[in-house]
């Protein structure tokens, strides 16, 4: 198969589920900035949203594929703790959303994941 484009259905079903991993995790965060009544700016919002993916999770292998289970918002409660060491409750209400966003949004990688392991077998 030297010259030609070699690409088969793992490929194609772990490339499309990646795909919509990464539009729905898009997806969210527009959909949580554009409804937060107060608006940060949107790298702190992000920076936010990526603290809220910092988690305690259970690691398996299944089947040789790898099943993260989050349990633990680790991320948020760092979150929560610099927001409310300067006593300021207002920067915690305008970030919560978006740390609960990102926590959130592991389970959706979890359900995608363990529907790729359905599809491909």
Not at 19 to 28: I, P, R
Not at 61 to 66: A, E, L, S, V
Not at 69 to 93: D, S, T, Y
Request: proline share 2%.
């Amino acid at each position: 198969m030297h010259g030609q484009f070699y690409f088969n259905e793992y490929h194609l079903s772990s490339t499309i589920i990646s795909l919509v991993n990464y539009l729905v995790f898009g997806y969210v965060i527009f959909w949580v900035y554009r409804t937060n009544v107060l608006k940060p700016k949107l790298w702190k919002a992000l920076i936010a949203v990526l603290m809220g993916l910092f988690v305690f999770s259970i690691n398996f292998n299944f089947d040789n594929y790898h099943i993260v289970i989050p349990i633990l918002p680790v991320g948020l409660w760092i979150l929560l703790w610099i927001c409310k060491h300067n006593g300021n409750e207002e920067r915690w209400a305008k970030y919560r959303r978006f740390a609960w966003a990102g926590f959130l949004i592991r389970y959706f990688f979890l359900i995608t994941s363990l529907l790729q392991l359905l599809i491909e077998n």
